[in-house]
């Protein structure tokens, strides 16, 4: 059968189980750290004998708008998701990406499902499952819904029915595990032939690499990725970005609040300013991350805004809507009037009241977003053809070309 065609890439239809696994959070420090100690045989192995390399995720460096470029193959400004929370200019309604509305274009996992290809999606958040699972014709579900949803037309009334237990708290480090223990169950059974994993965070938010926690939930998705070897399918891991520190040498956290040194500055409602990390998950991060959105009430104040916050301390870099489409790949019809950076070892939020410190105060803050978050493991099981190595050699690897390299490549 011919290839399938997508944003001008062709992917050739698999003959085997292909498992991607997007291990959110993953900084390529968790790999490292695991293949040197030796405490993970299986994604030692992909390291050794397989491909494995460091690539860029898109920026920002937030869940939402790379899942969505994994899967489509290209970055935000050909796809259009660029955020997890967006201010809609028109209305002034700040609105949560959850759904597909946004979405340009069709994904990966769609054009295979409705090429023949058994494809499948689970996820841990269930705020994907809408978005990137858009048009697929197969499972798509997340643990977070285990027990809601029904997979009849597949031989189980539900998702907890085929994995064989309950559905795990949305804070825990078996939110993720669910999700690989869903696709080896639709797997084994033969439901699907293509499988898009997708896990949470949590574990990468609250614990670095080398910490016992991280190492027990590392350690458990390679046992997973074991079993999923021994069915017989190629497996990658990639990440949608990776995670940072964002304290002082004490571990106090160092946060700037954009919002109110603005509106300190150039008055009360002067601006409005929108943390794209938000999502339903506020626990693992108080919505603090290392990108914000500053849309302004008074286009003259733009110029006079960016200088100011340039001078602010934490911040790295202040982007103008031109500015940021053009170095960043965003849509600039979806841009802001600024878009602020930070440093790698601050955070930035918008008005101190709006965020719930106290969720972020257990462990020291470590979230994402900004260029220090940017770069991600990139493995695959399998090496690649003398054609793949070149393409690899001679091009700039980012998240987003795992699918083509997978498909294309992977011997």
Same mark, same amino acid.
């Given at each position: 059968?011919?290839?399938?065609?997508?944003?001008?890439?062709?992917?050739?239809?698999?003959?085997?189980?292909?498992?991607?696994?997007?291990?959110?959070?993953?900084?390529?420090?968790?790999?490292?750290?695991?293949?040197?100690?030796?405490?993970?045989?299986?994604?030692?192995?992909?390291?050794?004998?397989?491909?494995?390399?460091?690539?860029?995720?898109?920026?920002?460096?937030?869940?939402?708008?790379?899942?969505?470029?994994?899967?489509?193959?290209?970055?935000?400004?050909?796809?259009?998701?660029?955020?997890?929370?967006?201010?809609?200019?028109?209305?002034?309604?700040?609105?949560?990406?959850?759904?597909?509305?946004?979405?340009?274009?069709?994904?990966?996992?769609?054009?295979?499902?409705?090429?023949?290809?058994?494809?499948?999606?689970?996820?841990?958040?269930?705020?994907?499952?809408?978005?990137?699972?858009?048009?697929?014709?197969?499972?798509?579900?997340?643990?977070?819904?285990?027990?809601?949803?029904?997979?009849?037309?597949?031989?189980?009334?539900?998702?907890?029915?085929?994995?064989?237990?309950?559905?795990?708290?949305?804070?825990?480090?078996?939110?993720?595990?669910?999700?690989?223990?869903?696709?080896?169950?639709?797997?084994?059974?033969?439901?699907?032939?293509?499988?898009?994993?997708?896990?949470?965070?949590?574990?990468?938010?609250?614990?670095?690499?080398?910490?016992?926690?991280?190492?027990?939930?590392?350690?458990?998705?390679?046992?997973?990725?074991?079993?999923?070897?021994?069915?017989?399918?190629?497996?990658?891991?990639?990440?949608?970005?990776?995670?940072?520190?964002?304290?002082?040498?004490?571990?106090?956290?160092?946060?700037?609040?954009?919002?109110?040194?603005?509106?300190?500055?150039?008055?009360?409602?002067?601006?409005?300013?929108?943390?794209?990390?938000?999502?339903?998950?506020? !626990?693992? *991060? =108080?919505?603090?991350?290392?990108?914000?959105?500053?849309? @302004?009430?008074?286009?003259?104040?733009? $110029? #006079?805004?960016?200088?100011?916050?340039?001078?602010?301390?934490?911040?790295?870099?202040?982007?103008?809507?031109?500015?940021?489409?053009?170095?960043?790949?965003?849509?600039?019809?979806?841009?802001?009037?600024?878009?602020?950076?930070?440093?790698?070892?601050?955070?930035?939020?918008?008005?101190?009241?709006?965020?719930?410190?106290?969720?972020?105060?257990?462990?020291?803050? !470590?979230? *994402? =977003?900004?260029?220090?978050?940017?770069?991600?493991?990139? @493995?695959?099981?399998?090496?690649?053809? $003398? #054609?793949?190595?070149?393409?690899?050699?001679?091009?700039?690897?980012?998240?987003?070309?795992?699918?083509?390299?997978?498909?294309?490549?992977?011997?």
């Amino acid at each position: 059968m011919p290839p399938v065609e997508l944003h001008g890439r062709h992917y050739p239809l698999p003959d085997r189980p292909v498992v991607l696994i997007c291990i959110d959070g993953c900084d390529p420090e968790y790999i490292h750290n695991a293949v040197s100690r030796g405490i993970c045989p299986n994604i030692t192995a992909m390291v050794e004998t397989g491909f494995s390399s460091i690539a860029d995720c898109v920026m920002p460096s937030f869940t939402n708008p790379n899942n969505a470029s994994i899967v489509t193959g290209v970055p935000p400004n050909v796809h259009g998701i660029a955020g997890n929370y967006y201010l809609d200019r028109e209305t002034g309604e700040e609105i949560m990406v959850n759904d597909a509305r946004m979405l340009q274009g069709e994904t990966l996992l769609a054009l295979l499902s409705k090429a023949g290809i058994p494809t499948a999606m689970v996820t841990a958040k269930d705020k994907l499952t809408k978005l990137i699972g858009h048009g697929l014709e197969g499972p798509c579900f997340s643990s977070e819904k285990a027990a809601q949803t029904s997979l009849e037309q597949y031989g189980f009334p539900t998702v907890e029915e085929m994995v064989g237990r309950a559905q795990p708290d949305m804070y825990s480090p078996d939110l993720s595990l669910y999700v690989l223990d869903a696709g080896i169950q639709l797997l084994k059974q033969k439901k699907s032939q293509v499988l898009y994993l997708s896990l949470s965070d949590y574990v990468q938010h609250k614990y670095a690499p080398g910490h016992p926690e991280s190492d027990a939930f590392l350690q458990a998705i390679d046992q997973r990725i074991g079993e999923f070897l021994g069915l017989g399918a190629v497996v990658a891991c990639v990440a949608d970005h990776g995670m940072s520190y964002k304290t002082d040498f004490t571990g106090q956290a160092q946060l700037l609040f954009v919002q109110d040194v603005i509106e300190q500055q150039f008055g009360t409602g002067s601006a409005r300013v929108i943390c794209p990390i938000t999502d339903p998950f506020v !626990r693992h *991060h =108080g919505a603090l991350g290392s990108f914000v959105r500053v849309y @302004l009430k008074d286009p003259e104040n733009i $110029e #006079a805004a960016a200088q100011f916050l340039r001078n602010q301390v934490g911040v790295l870099e202040v982007l103008t809507q031109v500015e940021a489409a053009h170095r960043l790949d965003l849509p600039v019809d979806r841009e802001a009037d600024l878009v602020v950076i930070s440093a790698q070892d601050w955070a930035l939020g918008s008005k101190c009241s709006e965020h719930e410190l106290s969720a972020v105060q257990d462990q020291p803050l !470590r979230t *994402h =977003g900004g260029y220090s978050e940017q770069r991600v493991p990139f @493995l695959i099981s399998a090496p690649l053809s $003398e #054609a793949g190595l070149e393409w690899a050699k001679t091009s700039r690897l980012h998240n987003y070309d795992m699918f083509f390299v997978l498909l294309n490549y992977a011997l």
